[in-house]
């Protein structure tokens, strides 16, 4: 099973700073066939259920404001938030599709403000 | 507009059961495989089971494995997880979750209920 981690597991930003969350597989979940890494990212406020930020791991999701962005490939991949809004507050978990059945998500990194 | 909606949860005792189920709209149901993923108080979240669009596949995380079955109604846009042989570890607030491409298992999910809270305990 492909196991993910990430790091930190909190992190306080200023507002409109940049917030960086970093997420790694223990396998490759970048598939050679259609040059895709099978990885997305969630967003989950206090409350609320996840709501899907990016998948295909840089591609952001219907809504979500271009301060966010994904990027990496392979097993290493970085969650960005550009200019940390209140708003913002929240854990953010990401998650690997690379098999059937789908995949774990990893433990977590909570975003506060400084 | 998708719309995911659970329901079903409650206090059940040690070794007892429940059923949830899932009532979606919104989008052509039969086409999108449908997932329940669990998150426990104050944890993260657990993908536990999914189903594909015709209902003839099903997959389940080996923390429910024989325990628990998903199904799917698919004239009435409903899913279902019923829960067996339930155990404390099973409390968690449950969602409900979409995929995000028709037809697809190996997808995100771009669309999640508001999740129903079971509580396991004597």
């Known amino acids: 099973d492909i196991v993910m981690t990430q790091s930190p597991e909190s992190l306080a930003v200023s507002l409109g700073e940049r917030a960086t969350i970093n997420c790694k597989s223990s396998?490759?979940?970048?598939?050679?066939?259609?040059?895709?890494?099978?990885l997305a990212w969630y967003q989950q406020k206090p409350g609320q259920p996840p709501k899907l930020l990016i998948y295909?791991?840089?591609i952001r999701a219907s809504g979500v404001p271009d301060r966010f962005s994904g990027s990496g490939s392979g097993t290493d991949f970085t969650l960005t938030i550009s200019g940390l809004q209140a708003e913002d507050v929240a854990v953010y978990y990401c998650?690997?599709?690379?098999?059937?059945?789908?995949?774990?998500f990893g433990p977590g990194t909570k975003v506060a403000i400084k | 507009e998708v719309q995911l909606l659970e329901s079903g949860g409650g206090l059940v005792q040690p070794g007892g059961s429940l059923r949830l189920s899932c009532a979606a709209s919104?989008?052509?149901?039969?086409?999108?495989?449908l997932n329940w993923v669990r998150q426990a108080p104050g944890k993260g979240l657990e993908w536990i089971s999914v189903?594909?669009?015709?209902?003839?596949?099903?997959y389940y995380a080996d923390s429910v494995k024989g325990r628990f079955i998903i199904s799917r109604d698919n004239p009435r846009n409903m899913l279902y997880l019923q829960m067996n042989s339930l155990t404390v570890d099973d409390t968690a607030v449950y969602y409900c979750?979409?995929?995000?491409?028709?037809?697809?298992?190996?997808?995100?999910?771009?669309?999640w209920g508001q999740g129903t809270l079971v509580t396991v305990s004597s």
């Open positions: 919104g989008f052509p149901f039969n086409g999108f495989v």
């Open positions: 295909w791991a840089s």
């Open positions: 998650q690997h599709y690379y098999t059937t059945p789908p995949g774990t």
């Open positions: 189903i594909s669009g015709s209902g003839s596949d099903k």
């Open positions: 979750a979409k995929v995000g491409i028709p037809g697809a298992t190996r997808a995100w999910l771009d669309s």
């Open positions: 396998q490759s979940v970048f598939y050679s066939a259609n040059n895709k890494n099978y």
